[in-house]
């Protein structure tokens, strides 16, 4: 009989620990669906299982969504998934999609607090988190924010580098003008880190089977997001379609997504109604065996 040192048991544990992470164990009792709603993070935000990305191919205030739709095209995307149940609105400053937050409150058609709004903003300073805040209600047309993220955070010390930033955010939040703050994140170093934070409440992470557009493999990915939810964070998963290079896989990905615990909900970008039918067809489908 092969005998097995201590450094081979070790490294053969972690294999298998890491190939029963990525597996599903079991499915779900019940058919898991896009309009599934969970409070999330210490501060009990509602968000649907399903968000409603505004950033595909997304920088310099554009992105897809808003070169195609406008702003009263894509709020009457979310007009049509909010009579579905699918009522979060994912943008960011660098997507230039607040204008369609705007053009959908403004119709009145969705009760502000029916609706949960995420964006994210670039600021490295608390001056310009403070303007920017202003400016992001301004053109929101709201007077808070539901889900305020540090946008695409890679330093395992973002925590120190961008304090003055969150030390605005935490005021914001006292003063009631936002009610959930977190990072959007770009390292799995800065994921770390984040489970520790006692700062952030909600953890934005990028998520797919193959491992495209990720921080890391996701043999590395995934049991980190799961240290997320147990210190009580909310795990928002994208890049969930691996910004479109796994459309030729997406039952693969969107069974990944939502048979995957350490992840409450995930966005995708939809840039129609085609889109958003399909997906509201296809997740509770995958959700369950064959």
């Not at 808003?66 to 579905?84: E, I, P, T």
């Not at 977190?182 to 998520?207: F, N, Q, T, Y």
């Not at 997320?228 to 691996?242: H, P």
Request: glycine share 8%; net charge positive.
């Amino acid at each position: 009989m092969a005998r097995t040192n201590r450094r081979d048991f070790i490294r053969q544990s972690l294999a298998l620990g890491s190939a029963a992470a990525l597996q599903v164990n079991a499915w779900p009792a019940q058919a898991r669906r896009a309009n599934d709603v969970f409070e999330i993070g210490p501060t009990k935000v509602r968000v649907s299982r399903l968000l409603l990305g505004s950033g595909t191919f997304g920088g310099g205030k554009s992105s897809n969504q808003m070169r195609k739709l406008g702003a009263d095209g894509l709020a009457d995307v979310w007009w049509n998934a909010y009579d579905n149940g699918v009522f979060v609105w994912d943008t960011a400053d660098t997507y230039g999609s607040h204008a369609a937050i705007k053009a959908a409150l403004n119709l009145k058609r969705i009760p502000r607090e029916k609706v949960t709004i995420s964006t994210k903003t670039s600021a490295r300073n608390g001056e310009d988190m403070k303007a920017s805040l202003d400016r992001f209600l301004q053109e929101m047309g709201t007077d808070y924010i539901d889900i305020v993220l540090l946008h695409s955070r890679m330093s395992p010390k973002w925590d120190e580098l961008d304090k003055s930033v969150m030390d605005v955010l935490s005021e914001a939040k006292v003063a009631r003008k936002v009610r959930t703050v977190g990072i959007s994140c770009h390292s799995v170093e800065a994921m770390k880190l984040a489970a520790k934070s006692p700062w952030l409440d909600v953890c934005l992470c990028r998520i797919n089977p193959a491992g495209v557009r990720m921080d890391a493999p996701v043999e590395q990915v995934l049991p980190v997001l799961a240290d997320l939810k147990a210190a009580g964070k909310g795990v928002l998963g994208m890049k969930i379609l691996g910004e479109g290079q796994l459309r030729d896989r997406v039952d693969e990905a969107l069974r990944y997504a939502v048979t995957k615990d350490a992840v409450h909900a995930f966005s995708i970008g939809v840039e129609s109604r085609d889109e958003l039918k399909d997906l509201l067809e296809r997740i509770p489908k995958v959700s369950q065996p064959a």
